[in-house]
């Protein structure tokens, strides 16, 4: 039974435009969710977080928007750059984290 | 400069063989963590420690072992019990000063079967 689900595997978007990944859970319980960056052989790394008290969170060209009635948050890149092509990881943390199964972000030129 | 240090990069494994992977981390984080990753698939947690001599079970615990004698080392036994053990495998650790203290990981133990 997953608690946190990412149902694209894969998106690919334009270089200078708008990546938009989504994340939807099932447990009311989650209080704090964060996003993680992962490039090949190596390991996840952070980059933002949201508590279920606020609705958005911005860092730079980063932002993460929580919607808690619908469950379900996403994460907003833009400008998107070559850089950022990677898996991204959605986490949900309560009483011990829970991660998504991944999305693979492709910028293309 | 500060991290967490997974080896070996790659490891090889026999049928019957239990092999150990090694995390160190100098954060000074309490908590440690051991999680793996299959094609595809998102990081399932095995085994976690919050407290030096003591760890908890995670989602997929059977066919490992962990031991926690130093606060900055975790490592992860994969025994003969574990019948399908080839993945990536990841080390995190985080402080538990706060609760919210995103996890901070490893480069990761590739493992596979000979």
């Known amino acids: 039974d997953q608690q946190v689900k990412q149902n694209s595997p894969s998106l690919s978007v334009q270089e200078g435009r708008i990546s938009i990944l989504n994340c939807d859970y099932t447990?009311?319980?989650?209080?704090?969710f964060l996003w993680y960056k992962k490039y090949p052989a190596e390991g996840p790394t952070f980059l933002i977080s949201?508590?279920?008290?606020?609705d958005k969170n911005e860092d730079g060209r980063f932002t993460v928007f929580l919607n808690k009635s619908a469950k379900h948050l996403s994460l907003h890149i833009v400008p998107s750059q070559p850089g950022d092509s990677a898996v991204y990881f959605c986490?949900?943390?309560?009483?011990?984290?829970?991660f998504g199964k991944g999305t693979r972000l492709h910028i293309l030129p | 400069d500060g991290g967490i240090t997974q080896s070996p990069k790659y490891l090889f494994r026999k049928e019957g063989q239990n092999v150990t992977l090694s995390c160190e981390q100098n954060?000074?984080?309490?908590?440690m963590y051991w999680y793996r990753q299959d094609p595809g698939q998102g990081l399932r947690l095995i085994y976690y420690?919050?407290?030096?001599?003591?760890?908890q079970k995670g989602d997929i615990a059977e066919g490992y072992s962990v031991s926690r004698e130093k606060k900055e080392s975790f490592p992860l036994t994969v025994t003969s019990a574990q019948k399908n053990p080839t993945a990536f495998y990841l080390c995190?650790?985080?402080?538990?000063?706060?609760?919210?203290?995103?996890?901070?990981f490893g480069d990761g133990t590739r493992l596979s079967i000979l």
């Open positions: 995190a650790s985080s402080d538990l000063d706060s609760q919210y203290q995103p996890q901070h």
């Open positions: 447990n009311s319980m989650f209080d704090y």
């Open positions: 949201i508590s279920s008290i606020k």
């Open positions: 986490a949900a943390s309560g009483d011990k984290i829970i």
């Open positions: 954060l000074n984080h309490d908590a």
């Open positions: 420690s919050q407290i030096v001599n003591d760890f």
